[in-house]
């Protein structure tokens, strides 16, 4: 029974989200005037407006609450409720939210009403089965809208985060088309946009710009988290490995102060999990694997709101593997497989499968991703977002199996498939695999193979270590002591935060490493 409840989906209490709430600084600066009397209402509502635009929704909801404790007649505060209630899974309560803002709407001014008519609108959009005509209505209103307030900021945002397919994205999903509309809206002053553009533009392929507005953003909201680690993201892309750490590592303190100063559990903010998990990934990037492994770990061990936030805590298992720990990793395995939800428990089994496959247990391994497949096959819906997963023990099996062809081409596939996902958490798990890849092809004995996905490393990120220890084991075994040598230098020179007694780096001694430069 622990096991069941270790990663129950967690439900952040009314209560907390009813907690009232001091005037807070750091958090960037929203200001949508809407129709109240009260200077304070105001103030807290534009509070809850800047908290969104951070993706902090507990302490979005606590304002718009507090704004209406003080006017109860401002109908936008019901309508930034409805935002907050809808990413906090409690999408009854985002309903109820609206239907308040609309009953006020008689008397709320013009453009509050435009705002609850497009808020419902958009509501219609994110539950309708036909989200494409939907979304299409939505965004014919924004537009018109827009030429009645052609200086509101916040509808300039509003509509490009409507560029997106998906009618419930709230800029994290942006492409290049939104960009002029975030561009707009900042020009108007909405500075808030600045983390939109970082979005849009690393979504689009943009690293430089994205960079720099993410930049922006850290700037002008200091004490958020998200903030952080956006800016992280985007150091980590451009090549600024230590200068990332610090930035999660920053975002990480700032997290767990407000998560003691407020006494509510890390689970009810999404911010700390996926911060762990950029933090310990770029532990394990840059070979610090003992406190990716602390890291890591306690990321895996919290309850998680979002789906995708549990198919991340493969990345748990994942270093238990590429660390030789196999029992570890099956266990981990073994957790998400009683998961609520189907398609985690199909990810456990697939984590498991790919652990027992690891230690040379192929059997294990076949069964585990037979009960995957079930689990997938049963499930009614999600099943895209653990396809590359599948799509690895799948492939390395055949490798292990004497299937070297059909697998090499299924890793193939899987590889040209993940490298065009946007964004820079995409691009760190494409190493990752690649590397899963070139380990499990030394293990089948597939030479050519394991110099194919090291090359495809090094090609993907000519700065990360285990990419040129990877190709410095396949010279080795080509007796090309030279090409071994080079590469064995250049991971050492690459992994000089790494821990003192990573093993790799006494393999690395061993073919020469940095030695071989003063011969």
């Known amino acids: 029974m622990a096991q069941e409840s270790a990663h129950a989906i967690p439900d952040v209490p009314v209560s907390l989200l009813t907690r009232p709430i001091g005037r807070v600084a750091g958090i960037g600066s929203a200001h949508d005037p809407v129709a109240t009397k009260s200077a304070d209402a105001q103030a807290f509502y534009d509070q809850g407006n800047a908290y969104l635009h951070d993706y902090i929704w507990v302490d ?8 209406l404790r003080l006017d109860p007649a401002l109908a936008m505060a019901h309508v930034g409720l409805s935002f907050a209630y809808t990413e906090l899974n409690k999408p009854q309560l985002a309903r109820e939210a609206l239907a308040a803002a609309e009953r006020l709407a008689a008397t709320a001014n013009d453009h509050d009403r435009v705002r609850i008519h497009l808020r419902a609108l958009q509501m219609t959009a994110e539950s309708a089965a036909n989200s494409r005509t939907a979304l299409a209505a939505y965004r014919t209103a924004l537009d018109e809208a827009l030429t009645q307030f052609p200086n509101d900021g916040e509808l300039w945002m509003l509509r490009g985060h409507a560029e997106s397919s998906d009618p419930a994205n709230r800029g994290q999903g942006s492409g290049a088309s939104s960009v002029r509309f975030y561009e707009k809206a900042l020009s108007l002053g909405a500075t808030t946009s600045e983390h939109y553009l970082a979005h849009a533009f690393e979504n689009s392929g943009d690293e430089a710009q994205a960079l720099a507005h993410a930049a922006a953003f850290a700037r002008n909201a200091p004490a958020v988290p998200h903030a952080l680690h956006m800016h992280g993201h985007e150091l980590r892309r451009a090549g600024q490995i230590e200068e990332a750490i610090r930035t999660f590592e920053a975002a990480d303190r700032i997290n767990r102060e407000s998560l003691a100063r407020e006494a509510f559990p890390p689970e009810y903010d999404w911010h700390y999990e996926h911060n762990l998990d950029l933090l310990g990934s770029s532990y394990w990037y840059v070979g610090r694997v003992g406190r990716a492994s602390e890291v890591l770990k306690e990321a895996f061990a ?39 939800v189907g398609v985690v428990r199909a990810l456990g089994h697939i984590v498991i499968g790919r652990a027992r496959l690891a230690a040379g247990q192929l059997a294990v391994a076949a069964s585990e991703s037979n009960l995957a497949l079930a689990e997938l096959r049963a499930a009614p819906g999600g099943q ?15 490798l292990k199996s004497g299937q070297q062809a059909r697998g090499q081409e299924v890793l193939r596939t899987l590889v040209q498939q993940i490298s065009a996902l946007p964004g820079p958490d995409n691009w760190v798990q494409t190493l990752f695999v690649l590397d899963a890849i070139a380990r499990t092809a030394r293990e089948a004995n597939d030479w050519e193979y394991a110099r194919w996905a090291a090359s495809e490393m090094i090609a993907h990120d000519s700065k990360y270590a285990g990419g040129h220890f990877a190709l410095a084991l396949v010279a080795e075994h080509d007796k090309n002591l030279a090409e071994a040598r080079r590469h064995a230098a250049e991971a050492e020179r690459l992994w000089s935060l790494a821990d003192a ?19």
């Open 501 to 519: 007694d990573l093993p790799e780096r006494a393999r690395l001694r061993a073919l020469g490493g940095v030695s071989a430069l003063a011969r």
């Open 384 to 398: 895209e977002i653990v396809a590359p997963t599948m799509a690895l023990l799948q492939g390395e099996f055949l």
């Open 302 to 340: 919290l309850p998680s709101l979002l789906l995708v936030q549990m198919y991340n805590k493969r990345t748990w298992p994942e270093f238990l593997i590429a660390r030789g720990r196999y029992d570890e990793a099956a266990a981990a395995g073994t957790q998400l497989t009683t998961h609520p």
């Open 60 to 67: 979005a909801a606590r304002s718009f609450n507090e704004a």
